[in-house]
């Protein structure tokens, strides 16, 4: 199948626009590589010596002479998270794979990884987003040594793959592969445990009742099942090419997730010392394919942060108008919770990653010519690993979807367009997650309610005050106010209202989890209201229009009346100390609008 010609014109007008910051990337890369193609052989004696200290003795010799490829690891390990306790072994096992092929490895370093899923309502959640910048700086720490001629990178949940990715790219001469964790089983239905949160919201359960299901929900080790920022994470490394193919979704714990360990190891050590690095794989059509599988799928909301901010990095200028663009030619083929009952596992048997890159593929809808760590061209990713005999192979993806109820054709959509939608008006500019919501519950007209904090609004909640129709407004939750927090804790709550029939919608500067959906919430509106945006000026009882699918977010006052209006303010000391808070202080000050990444150093792209 041709390319779909409204892809390529996007692309190409993203090339175009990209064309002196993209070209200004590669020429650091050129310089980084160009002293020649073992970096360690400028290393002083000592450098280098400090460096092989700790190795075994017929690793030094290797490393000494250098005769053979030198891997980096960096993980992101640690047992709190269920995704990243399978990457315990890791280490172990690319060793002794690298050693198979003649290469030699070294644990790097490893970067700190928080849980959301602890975090969310808590004060640590204002962490969150900017832990992906640190793990960016922890992962150019790693690989600051220069030892290196490739690296894999271990990592699976919501900051830390943006935050892996944004470090490699400051490495991007270097080539690549990383390495995933894979699900953790089926346990309880996403769609039943959302059901006990809003039983308990109601206050019908108590806080056992809650534990019990939610301990059921997140069971055992691996990533949460249902189709967040993590798994949204997996989808898109894997239509860029940065992983093995088929390797995104393949239970921890099993011989084929340890046979592709073992693999990726195998991988980036032959690709050391190639000319092609990740940041060269990094281009506009690998970032092009990213945006399309996530509106594809119905993915997280957070990545139109995270992949604005991984483009920034390997100089390519996309927006979130590509966003909305991308969204509106892009049909969405999944359903997995929360835009349907389903969990990743069931998308995963339904055919899974191969069986939609080979589906997007035909219908024009990806640019099968780019390179990917298993080879040039996105056709190795149509394909699914396998074992047979003991041996690590791959196989064509099946021909039609094992469950057409989780997973479509692009030919036979559920929806003709993409998951995400752009708004605009006098508020700002701010993105909507549609795909999970239906489409009579979409558009709202209603009287705003504004609140200082979630805690503010669940208080109101509880106190039985929000029995109407309203526009709940949240300002003062954007990067440089708190951190920009996720505010999913506000779903129950919102869930239950709207299926009482009221007529509810959500507006903020912060964020929702990538497991909302259900209700319509305008996010990462920008400018943020500290920063002076509209969003701040909105009061109690302005009547609010928000409608996705007409592209539109507007307070409905009279605009002279509207220019007037003074911002509000708010008092956020007690958001900028405790929990390691006041550390932060900095990036808070720094940070870029969400509509450019909001990292803290968005200045040096």
């Known amino acids: 199948?041709?390319?779909?010609?409204?892809?390529?014109?996007?692309?190409?007008?993203?090339?175009?626009?990209?064309?002196?910051?993209?070209?200004?990337?590669?020429?650091?890369?050129?310089?980084?590589?160009?002293?020649?193609?073992?970096?360690?052989?400028?290393?002083?004696?000592?450098?280098?010596?400090?460096?092989?200290?700790?190795?075994?003795?017929?690793?030094?010799?290797?490393?000494?002479?250098?005769?053979?490829?030198?891997?980096?690891?960096?993980?992101?390990?640690?047992?709190?998270?269920?995704?990243?306790?399978?990457?315990?072994?890791?280490?172990?096992?690319?060793?002794?794979?690298?050693?198979?092929?003649?290469?030699?490895?070294?644990?790097?370093?490893?970067?700190?990884?928080?849980?959301?899923?602890?975090?969310?309502?808590?004060?640590?959640?204002?962490?969150?987003?900017?832990?992906?910048?640190?793990?960016?700086?922890?992962?150019?720490?790693?690989?600051?040594?220069?030892?290196?001629?490739?690296?894999?990178?271990?990592?699976?949940?919501?900051?830390?793959?943006?935050?892996?990715?944004?470090?490699?790219?400051?490495?991007?001469?270097?080539?690549?592969?990383?390495?995933?964790?894979?699900?953790?089983?089926?346990?309880?239905?996403?769609?039943?445990k959302a059901l006990v949160r809003e039983r308990y919201a109601k206050g019908e359960i108590g806080p056992d009742a809650l534990l019990d299901s939610e301990m059921r929900s997140y069971h055992a080790p691996g990533t949460c099942t249902f189709y967040g920022t993590a798994n949204s994470n997996q989808m898109l490394l894997e239509a860029m090419g940065l992983m093995l193919p088929g390797a995104a979704f393949v239970p921890p714990g099993t011989p084929l997730r340890e046979a592709l360990t073992r693999e990726s190891a195998r991988t980036a050590a032959r690709l050391a010392g190639s000319a092609v690095g990740l940041g060269e794989m990094v281009d506009e059509k690998a970032i092009v394919n990213a945006v399309v599988a996530l509106l594809a799928t119905g993915g997280s909301t957070n990545h139109t942060l995270h992949w604005v901010a991984i483009a920034r990095a390997a100089g390519i200028q996309l927006t979130w108008d590509d966003y909305a663009e991308l969204s509106a030619i892009t049909p969405l083929v999944t359903r997995v919770y929360p835009n349907g009952d389903a969990d990743i596992n069931a998308f995963h048997d339904a055919g899974g990653t191969g069986w939609l890159i080979r589906d997007l593929l035909d219908a024009g809808l990806l640019h099968p010519d780019v390179a990917t760590v298993a080879g040039s061209g996105l056709a190795a990713y149509t394909r699914a690993p396998r074992l047979k005999d003991g041996q690590l192979e791959w196989h064509a993806a099946p021909q039609q979807s094992g469950d057409t109820s989780v997973l479509r054709s692009a030919a036979d959509p559920f929806d003709q367009e993409g998951g995400l939608r752009l708004v605009a008006g006098n508020v700002g500019r701010a993105i909507v997650k549609t795909s999970a919501v239906a489409?009579?519950?979409?558009?709202?007209?209603?009287?705003?309610?504004?609140?200082?904090?979630?805690?503010?609004?669940?208080?109101?909640?509880?106190?039985?005050?929000?029995?109407?129709?309203?526009?709940?407004?949240?300002?003062?939750?954007?990067?440089?106010?708190?951190?920009?927090?996720?505010?999913?804790?506000?779903?129950?709550?919102?869930?239950?209202?709207?299926?009482?029939?009221?007529?509810?919608?959500?507006?903020?500067?912060?964020?929702?989890?990538?497991?909302?959906?259900?209700?319509?919430?305008?996010?990462?509106?920008?400018?943020?209201?500290?920063?002076?945006?509209?969003?701040?000026?909105?009061?109690?009882?302005?009547?609010?229009?928000?409608?996705?699918?007409?592209?539109?977010?507007?307070?409905?006052v009279d605009a002279a009346d509207w220019a007037a209006r003074p911002p509000?303010?708010?008092?956020?000391?007690?958001?900028?100390?405790?929990?390691?808070?006041?550390?932060?202080a900095g990036f808070r000050q720094l940070a870029s609008a969400a509509e450019d990444g909001a990292t803290s150093f968005g200045g040096a792209f």
């Not at 990067?479 to 009482?500: D, F, I, W, Y």
Request: with cysteine.
């Open 1 to 192: 199948m041709p390319l779909d010609p409204r892809l390529a014109d996007i692309t190409e007008r993203l090339v175009e626009r990209s064309r002196a910051t993209r070209k200004a990337y590669l020429n650091r890369l050129a310089e980084a590589r160009a002293a020649g193609r073992v970096a360690r052989g400028e290393l002083s004696c000592t450098n280098q010596a400090h460096g092989y200290a700790g190795m075994p003795d017929d690793s030094k010799f290797k490393l000494k002479v250098l005769e053979a490829p030198n891997l980096a690891i960096v993980s992101s390990y640690n047992d709190v998270l269920s995704a990243h306790q399978p990457l315990d072994d890791y280490p172990d096992w690319i060793k002794e794979a690298a050693r198979e092929a003649g290469a030699t490895a070294q644990f790097a370093g490893g970067v700190p990884a928080m849980c959301d899923g602890v975090t969310q309502g808590q004060n640590g959640m204002e962490l969150s987003l900017f832990s992906r910048d640190v793990i960016a700086m922890a992962t150019a720490v790693a690989l600051s040594h220069r030892l290196f001629d490739g690296v894999l990178y271990l990592g699976v949940c919501d900051k830390i793959v943006p935050g892996l990715l944004l470090g490699a790219l400051s490495f991007g001469h270097l080539p690549g592969v990383f390495v995933p964790g894979g699900p953790m089983p089926t346990g309880m239905a996403n769609a039943d």
């Open 568 to 584: 509000g303010s708010a008092n956020l000391a007690s958001h900028h100390y405790g929990v390691g808070r006041e550390l932060f």
């Open 439 to 556: 489409p009579d519950k979409r558009a709202v007209t209603a009287p705003a309610l504004v609140f200082s904090s979630q805690e503010a609004m669940l208080a109101a909640f509880r106190a039985g005050q929000l029995e109407r129709d309203f526009i709940a407004v949240l300002p003062f939750q954007g990067p440089r106010a708190n951190g920009m927090p996720e505010l999913h804790a506000l779903t129950p709550a919102l869930s239950v209202l709207q299926k009482a029939g009221h007529q509810v919608a959500l507006v903020t500067d912060g964020r929702m989890s990538g497991a909302s959906g259900k209700v319509p919430a305008a996010i990462h509106v920008c400018p943020e209201a500290q920063a002076g945006g509209g969003i701040a000026k909105i009061r109690d009882g302005d009547l609010i229009r928000l409608d996705p699918d007409k592209g539109v977010l507007e307070v409905l």
